[in-house]
């Protein structure tokens, strides 16, 4: 691919807002518009994913997405400077003294097209620069969106993230799986990339041929996210070159030195859970510096599951997706087989956040909350769940660098045999462990601990 498209946000002072102009659309002093630009590439996105080709009907997509989330914006600032090293501090505290301390500081966002070409760009490191690659503090993740999904639908999760000290690059897949998305090369004309069905490929290709192919080149994208952490770190902000148009870069510079690239963590949803998962490969894991990985709502047909993975994984689903099974792959239940997978890791938990649906982790609840609710039948209270997933995210983002088990990751198996157990999705809310936020989790999977005194093992 020549380009790479992320999100990125990351930590940093808090601003005062007479000091930025208010948005002209909104008149808020917000980073940036939820829905990206134009609205017209989107909304045709989406009818082309629901087969709507009749121009007058993308027309009506793109109205509708207008009138739902038009005005929507993303809380934050856009391009301003990372958290200076002094205010760090904050940080430290995560899980609670310094919780007031730690709501203060906001996230920036920084969205960008940057050129595959320009992270080749030839730069001779000073002395300086070459002793501190990697020994920045700051925690780097990478995310990986959803089918049909955008590196802002999450804005959040990854937001919140953002806020409590790590610097997380959103990628903006263009392996078809999104809407749509813009490719800018300069001396070029825009290139569009449209959600790809196998019918639309020339010779046309089987689906599971093409999901091969789309998690094979999100897995460059993935390898090419890491790669320009580790050119942020190294210096090199002035010399990445964002390609899309008006946008911003002066606050690259910011990053030189100031994150951890030794040791990265991969988060995804649904598709984007299963290529995470894929990413915990021996092999990739060689090239890629990871540490841990987070699969949200493991994908049902995305293809099957790796089950290699040499890092502490975490796998969250969602109620829907664990009261509705479906058959995996010859290999079982969808929900057997991600147990047999955490089960058969070194370091895995696997748990469900009771009261959620797959879409829950991502901004549409909070954006059209009556409509998502009526629609998927949620009871959980969307901004409690996006909660209960920061809080239990942090722990496991913390356990991965310092060892300690804290909060959820405590807890004993509820429910060995989630909805085939006794009760089915009521025995296990039955059995819940609560979360810190008010929410109820099933725990069907937690490491084994080694009990001194040659006890037998403890699950």
Same mark, same amino acid.
């Given at each position: 691919?020549?380009?790479?498209?992320?999100?990125?946000?990351?930590?940093?002072?808090?601003?005062?807002?007479?000091?930025?102009?208010?948005?002209?659309?909104?008149?808020?002093?917000?980073?940036?518009?939820?829905?990206?630009?134009?609205?017209?590439?989107?909304?045709?996105g989406y009818a082309r994913i629901a087969s709507v080709y009749f121009k007058p009907g993308q027309w009506l997509f793109s109205f509708g997405m207008w009138a739902l989330a038009g005005r929507t914006t993303i809380p934050g600032f856009v391009d301003t400077p990372l958290?200076?090293?002094?205010?760090?501090?904050?940080?430290?505290?995560?899980?609670?003294?310094?919780?007031?301390?730690?709501?203060?500081?906001?996230?920036?966002?920084?969205d960008a097209n940057f050129s595959g070409v320009t992270l080749e760009h030839d730069v001779e490191d000073d002395e300086e620069g070459e002793k501190e690659i990697g020994k920045g503090t700051l925690p780097c993740i990478i995310f990986s969106h959803g089918m049909e999904?955008?590196?802002?639908?999450?804005?959040?999760?990854?937001?919140?993230?953002?806020?409590?000290?790590?610097?997380?690059?959103?990628?903006?897949?263009?392996?078809?799986?999104?809407?749509?998305?813009?490719?800018?090369?300069?001396?070029?004309?825009?290139?569009?990339?449209?959600?790809?069905?196998?019918?639309?490929?020339?010779?046309?290709?089987?689906?599971?041929? %093409?999901?091969? !192919?789309?998690?094979?080149?999100?897995? *460059?994208?993935? #390898?090419?996210? @890491?790669?320009?952490?580790?050119? &942020?770190?190294?210096?090199?902000?002035?010399?990445?070159?964002?390609?899309?148009?008006?946008?911003?870069?002066?606050?690259?510079?910011?990053?030189?030195?100031?994150?951890?690239?030794?040791?990265?963590?991969?988060?995804?949803?649904?598709?984007?859970?299963?290529?995470?998962?894929?990413?915990?490969?021996?092999?990739?894991?060689?090239?890629?510096?990871?540490?841990?990985?987070?699969?949200?709502?493991?994908?049902?047909?995305?293809?099957?599951?790796?089950?290699?993975?040499?890092?502490?994984?975490?796998?969250?689903?969602?109620?829907?997706?664990?009261?509705?099974?479906?058959?995996?792959?010859?290999?079982?239940?969808?929900?057997?087989?991600?147990?047999?997978?955490?089960?058969?890791?070194?370091?895995?938990?696997?748990?469900?956040? %009771?009261?959620? !649906?797959?879409?829950?982790?991502?901004? *549409?609840?909070? #954006?059209?909350? @009556?409509?998502?609710?009526?629609? &998927?039948?949620?009871?959980?209270?969307?901004?409690?769940?996006?909660?209960?997933?920061?809080?239990?995210?942090?722990?496991?983002?913390?356990?991965?660098?310092?060892?300690?088990?804290?909060?959820?990751?405590?807890?004993?198996?509820?429910?060995?045999?989630?909805?085939?157990?006794?009760?089915?999705?009521?025995?296990?809310?039955?059995?819940?462990?609560?979360?810190?936020?008010?929410?109820?989790?099933?725990?069907h999977v937690v490491p084994k601990v080694v009990v001194p005194h040659g006890e037998k093992e403890k699950l």
């Amino acid at each position: 691919f020549d380009t790479l498209a992320v999100t990125l946000y990351y930590p940093t002072r808090p601003h005062d807002t007479s000091a930025h102009p208010k948005h002209p659309l909104t008149e808020q002093y917000e980073a940036r518009l939820w829905l990206p630009r134009p609205v017209s590439l989107i909304g045709t996105g989406y009818a082309r994913i629901a087969s709507v080709y009749f121009k007058p009907g993308q027309w009506l997509f793109s109205f509708g997405m207008w009138a739902l989330a038009g005005r929507t914006t993303i809380p934050g600032f856009v391009d301003t400077p990372l958290l200076p090293v002094p205010e760090e501090k904050l940080l430290v505290d995560q899980s609670g003294g310094a919780k007031q301390k730690i709501g203060t500081v906001t996230g920036g966002t920084f969205d960008a097209n940057f050129s595959g070409v320009t992270l080749e760009h030839d730069v001779e490191d000073d002395e300086e620069g070459e002793k501190e690659i990697g020994k920045g503090t700051l925690p780097c993740i990478i995310f990986s969106h959803g089918m049909e999904g955008m590196s802002q639908s999450y804005s959040n999760y990854l937001g919140s993230l953002a806020s409590r000290g790590f610097v997380v690059a959103a990628i903006e897949h263009r392996d078809g799986s999104g809407p749509g998305s813009i490719v800018n090369l300069p001396g070029k004309q825009k290139r569009r990339v449209w959600h790809i069905k196998p019918e639309d490929l020339s010779p046309e290709m089987e689906v599971e041929e %093409l999901k091969v !192919a789309q998690l094979g080149f999100r897995e *460059a994208e993935i #390898i090419e996210t @890491a790669r320009l952490f580790g050119r &942020l770190n190294d210096g090199h902000g002035k010399v990445i070159t964002n390609l899309k148009p008006h946008a911003k870069s002066s606050s690259l510079p910011s990053f030189h030195n100031r994150l951890d690239v030794s040791a990265i963590t991969m988060i995804g949803h649904s598709y984007g859970a299963t290529g995470a998962l894929q990413a915990g490969k021996p092999s990739i894991t060689k090239a890629l510096p990871l540490n841990g990985v987070i699969a949200l709502d493991p994908g049902k047909e995305s293809g099957p599951l790796n089950h290699d993975i040499d890092v502490p994984t975490l796998v969250f689903q969602s109620g829907e997706w664990t009261s509705k099974q479906m058959e995996f792959y010859g290999q079982g239940w969808h929900f057997d087989v991600v147990k047999k997978l955490v089960k058969g890791l070194d370091k895995g938990w696997f748990m469900t956040l %009771l009261g959620t !649906a797959h879409p829950s982790i991502t901004d *549409a609840p909070l #954006i059209v909350p @009556a409509i998502t609710k009526l629609a &998927l039948g949620t009871t959980l209270d969307p901004l409690v769940a996006l909660k209960e997933y920061v809080d239990v995210t942090v722990r496991f983002l913390n356990f991965v660098r310092n060892g300690e088990r804290k909060g959820m990751l405590k807890a004993e198996v509820t429910s060995p045999n989630g909805p085939f157990g006794e009760g089915g999705m009521e025995g296990i809310r039955a059995k819940a462990a609560a979360g810190r936020e008010g929410g109820k989790w099933g725990v069907h999977v937690v490491p084994k601990v080694v009990v001194p005194h040659g006890e037998k093992e403890k699950l």
